[in-house]
């Protein structure tokens, strides 16, 4: 079945350092990848996205990688700073509807 | 533009009570969603609106949970009754209502069942 999920569930970076998240898929016909941040008592705040018919998209700081082949997609974030201290989720939406799955999540924390 | 807006922003009821949420989408934005994050995991989908039609309900407890959305507009979840493992998060999200667009999410109703 349908199913997302991280490689790491926490990961620990130097402030100023890049941060690389990963996470697999495992339904070969999603098409389009989402990475959302979640800060405590807050809901998920969208990142960046990316379609199945690209491998790279950038934003500011940011970086989403799609590997089809290996069906991975990881998230990179330039000079992490304090404030990208939270929980990343990669999601994934299948070419059958709008139904949108999402991971478990990685904790990230950033190190002063 | 004003974000998503959910109320209560928590709850603490017994088992066996009711309950319902409240969300009001951005503005203009069609389809709209409601969430169910347990704590430590990602938010698992319930219940998908475009306007004021259900696209996908398969993951909706029917014989407790009940969603309506009049109007195309505003939306309210209801459980009736609760059990313990309804404690979570319950997240409202909205997008335009294309297909390859991100949805935006509301801070969500922290729901505790004693």
């Known amino acids: 079945g349908e199913s997302v999920g991280l490689h790491l569930p926490t990961l620990s970076v130097q402030e100023g350092d890049n941060s690389i998240i990963n996470c697999a898929y495992s339904n070969s016909a999603s098409d389009y990848f989402i990475w959302y941040k979640q800060e405590s008592g807050k809901g998920p705040q969208f990142i960046i996205d990316i379609r199945s018919n690209m491998d790279k998209r950038q934003g500011q700081r940011v970086t989403v990688l799609l590997n089809k082949t290996v069906k991975h997609l990881s998230l990179q974030i330039a000079a992490t700073q304090p404030g990208d201290s939270a929980v990343y989720f990669c999601a994934e939406r299948g070419t059958g509807g709008f139904k949108t799955i999402f991971g478990a999540g990685t904790r990230l924390f950033v190190k002063a | 533009e004003a974000g998503v807006a959910q109320s209560p922003r928590y709850k603490i009821i017994e088992k066996r009570q009711s309950v319902a949420f409240w969300c009001n989408p951005i503005?203009?934005?069609?389809?709209l969603y409601w969430y169910q994050q347990i704590l430590g995991q990602g938010p698992k989908l319930l219940i998908q609106?475009?306007?004021?039609?259900?696209?996908?309900d398969s993951q909706l407890p029917k014989d407790r949970f009940s969603a309506e959305r009049l109007k195309g507009v505003d939306s309210t979840l209801k459980i009736q009754p609760a059990k313990l493992e309804d404690s979570a998060v319950y997240l409202c999200?909205?997008?335009?209502?294309?297909?390859?667009?991100?949805?935006?999410f509301g801070d969500g109703t922290r729901l505790s069942i004693l």
């Open positions: 503005s203009g934005h069609a389809t």
């Open positions: 999200a909205s997008s335009p209502g294309g297909r390859d667009q991100p949805q935006h």
């Open positions: 609106f475009q306007n004021n039609g259900v696209v996908d």
